[in-house]
């Protein structure tokens, strides 16, 4: 990470996953967490004594046949600092804790729960909520509904209606990530003053020139744009440092970058090469602190 990577250190304060990393269930299920360093606890053992005050962060990873019976451990209200809790979606419906700031759902299945958790009030303390899932069904509403008033949130759009009055109701973002956006123009359902915004996977009519109405904007990561960007409309952003994009073809304008007046990021990769070799030799010349379009 460098030192103008808006992007990733937001992330890393919204979703708290460094510190006191324990992880629950097999070997297997657990592997990845281990080897980044994370405690195993086997998923019908318990922490042990000393571990209770430790645990800051947990990962549930119960295999499919633990899943179906869809029940936490009974030990989670012991866990007195814990703040981050990954778990998948079938074990959403019966949390609750007043102290959790992060939550992490997967969905490893494309199902959802009976009915939504009320996560306004059986997660008061939240502040971040990352919606991790291969599936564009179910969506998050049918998952976490209400909301409380989030700092960060990462969910998939795909045109529901729901999704789109979820972000109308949090006006405390600051991080968003929207994921198979297509041609939703989603800043009018925007009433936040975001920081750091990303999108993925739009439609080749998706208006990108609305961004410039989203003027607080730090930081913008742009992966799988099918519709034309004209980066004209950067320079509307006079806060923006970091840009940040990925696996978009239709790009024009690039130039247009050199008159935004706080850039210092820039990162263009798969992008049908866009700045050409002139283009490349120019951008260099402008000393950004952090600069990488030798693959774009």
């Not at 990954?86 to 959802?112: E, R, Y």
């Not at 247009?256 to 798969?270: G, K």
Request: one cysteine or more.
């Amino acid at each position: 990470m460098t030192d103008v990577d808006l992007f990733s250190a937001s992330r890393e304060r919204y979703l708290d996953l460094v510190d006191g990393v324990f992880c629950v269930g097999n070997a297997d299920e657990c592997d990845h967490y281990v080897e980044d360093g994370a405690v195993r606890i086997p998923w019908r053992g318990k922490p042990q004594p000393e571990d209770l005050a430790r645990v800051r962060s947990l990962a549930l990873c119960p295999t499919d046949a633990q899943l179906r019976t869809a029940v936490l451990p009974s030990y989670l209200p012991d866990l007195v600092n814990l703040r981050s809790l990954t778990l998948p979606a079938p074990l959403v419906a019966h949390l609750t804790s007043p102290a959790l700031t992060s939550l992490v759902i997967g969905n490893p299945d494309g199902q959802a729960p009976s009915a939504p958790l009320a996560a306004d009030t059986a997660l008061p303390g939240l502040r971040a909520l990352m919606w991790v899932s291969s599936y564009t069904t179910p969506r998050l509403p049918r998952v976490a509904d209400p909301l409380p008033p989030l700092e960060f949130l990462r969910t998939t759009v795909t045109g529901d209606g729901a999704v789109l009055r979820q972000l109308e109701d949090l006006p405390s973002l600051r991080h968003l990530e929207l994921v198979d956006l297509k041609n939703t123009d989603v800043v009018d359902h925007l009433a936040a003053p975001l920081r750091v915004l990303e999108i993925s996977g739009t439609g080749r009519d998706f208006p990108v020139a609305r961004l410039a109405a989203i003027p607080t904007l730090e930081s913008v990561r742009l992966n799988g744009i099918r519709a034309e960007l004209d980066c004209s409309v950067f320079p509307a952003l006079p806060r923006l440092v970091q840009l940040t994009v990925l696996n978009s073809k239709r790009i024009v304008n690039v130039e247009a970058l050199l008159d935004c007046p706080a850039l210092a990021s820039v990162v263009f990769v798969d992008c049908g090469n866009p700045f050409r070799r002139e283009g490349k030799a120019l951008f260099r010349s402008r000393g950004f602190a952090h600069l990488d379009i030798g693959y774009s």
